[in-house]
């Protein structure tokens, strides 16, 4: 294990700390140390990645270690930038948590060394798994947020203020972020989607589609979002049913990523 890979564990594992002691005690200084303690890991966590693509030629995503690693550098990085506008504090207290996972499980996967062709090092290839993975982060911050929606929307039912409804932000601020997660995530699928179709054809000419569960779960994974999108701009859906929606869009998409690797 690199230094630079150690000290974004340690920095995401005290980050995830300072998250969940903001949620119990709300006091600022505790957030602003683990809001510090995450830029710093996410700096670490992109120089690992930078030294990955330097010493292999091609994005880190080529074994499970990889993609694990990638994804969680991806969802760190998605919502530092949508947290410079909405400063949704409490969300961190599940990203966090998140990223650390899968950079641990990650640092436990081993290792084994990848021999690629050329045509697997190519820009289609590159533009197609990062964009499929910055996508997928920002599905993950939606998904969040959503379940946070379902959670106060709860809270404020049952007419009786609790835990949680002390501690988490007003269901209009966490409609508002799970839009923005979806509106970064639906633009890097499509394209992923597309730039995927394109690297078919530069693999497999005249079989850009074969029908396999892992396509079709892909496809079906795009359409899900993509009606969520259309309802929310066209129809005007929020609250509940775009959380359920959100919630139910990226548990497909787990079930992708698993059958991809496992199956």
Known sequence: MSLFFALTIACYIASSLGYQGYILFQKRP??????????????????????????????????????????????????????????????????????????????????????????????WRTLHVGTLIVGNAAFAIACFAGILYLIQERAIKDKRPGFFFRRLPSLKLLDSMGYASLIVGFPMLTFGVITGVIYAQMVRPGQFWTWNPKEILGGITWLVFAALLHERLAVGWQGRRAAIMTIVGFVILLLTFFLFFLG
């Open 30 to 123: 505790i957030y602003r140390v683990a809001s510090i303690l995450l830029w710093v890991g996410f700096l670490c966590h992109t120089g690992v990645m930078g030294l990955q693509y330097l010493e292999t030629g091609h994005v880190p995503v080529q074994n499970l270690h990889e993609t694990l690693s990638s994804f969680g550098w991806a969802v760190v990085g998605v919502f530092l930038i949508l947290q410079l506008k909405y400063h949704l504090m409490v969300l961190g207290a599940l990203v966090a948590p998140l990223a650390t996972l899968c950079v641990v499980i990650a640092a436990m996967l081993p290792r084994p060394p990848v021999e690629l062709a050329p045509l697997f090092k190519g820009l």
